[in-house]
């Protein structure tokens, strides 16, 4: 199993700061790997696959990237609706399995 | 308009059987796998399974193999996931997920989840 490790499990950051979130495989997953956030109280939403192309209606302040085992996730500058979970996710090897999460929140 | 709407979450005693349904609209059903992700209480997100747009192909993690089953009514536009022998510990929210199409990746919808609560 692909063990994926999120780092920190929170992250503090004010309005308008830069959050950098980090994501580690066990092993290289051949740029198979996705981002999501979560917002209590709602369903997973598809950030970005591939390493670094944003799904459909994602803003521009959110970059993926990252390459064998080592991927991070970039919000440029916070918003108040980004304050949420992020998970990444690997798809290159089954099972398919999830970090544990990386809270943002506001500092 | 992509929808994904789970039904048939409830409480079931420890050792009892459960099944999901997933129905699916606003894409060609058949083309797609599908997956189920659950998430227990104040947790992360587990994939438990998979099957392909076809449902020739499937895949279980290993805490639910041999216990879940998946599957698929194409013409209804509908996914199953049959729970049996359930362990307090399967309580969760499940989701189904859409798989994104080829080259993108990960899941690209979400159903809202449905609730399983295992206890006596």
């Known amino acids: 199993e692909t063990v994926m490790t999120q780092s920190p499990a929170t992250l503090s950051v004010s309005p308008g700061d830069r959050a950098t979130l980090s994501c580690r495989a066990s092993r290289p997953i051949n740029n198979y790997l996705a981002w999501y956030q979560q917002k209590p109280g709602q369903s997973p939403r598809l950030l970005i696959s591939?390493?670094?192309t944003r799904a459909t209606g994602v803003p521009a302040r959110f970059s993926g990237s990252g390459s064998g085992t080592e991927f991070t996730l970039t919000i440029s500058s916070l918003q108040s609706e980004d304050f949420a979970v992020y998970y990444c996710q690997q798809y290159s090897n089954w099972p398919l399995t999830f970090g544990g999460g990386t809270k943002v929140e506001i500092k | 308009e992509v929808q994904l709407l789970e039904s048939g979450g409830d409480l079931v005693q420890p050792g009892g059987s459960l099944r999901l349904s997933c129905a699916a609209s606003?894409?060609?059903?058949?083309?797609?796998?599908i997956g189920w992700v659950r998430q227990a209480p104040g947790k992360g997100l587990e994939w438990v399974s998979f099957?392909?747009?076809?449902?020739?192909?499937?895949d279980y993690s290993d805490s639910v193999k041999g216990r879940f089953i998946i599957s698929r009514d194409n013409s209804k536009h509908t996914l199953y996931l049959t729970m049996n022998s359930l362990k307090p510990e399967d309580t969760a929210v499940y989701y189904c997920a859409k798989d994104a199409p080829a080259g993108v990746g990960g899941f690209d919808y979400w159903g809202q989840g449905a609730q399983v609560t295992v206890s006596s």
């Open positions: 606003g894409f060609t059903f058949d083309n797609y796998g």
């Open positions: 099957i392909s747009g076809s449902g020739s192909s499937t």
């Open positions: 591939g390493v670094s």
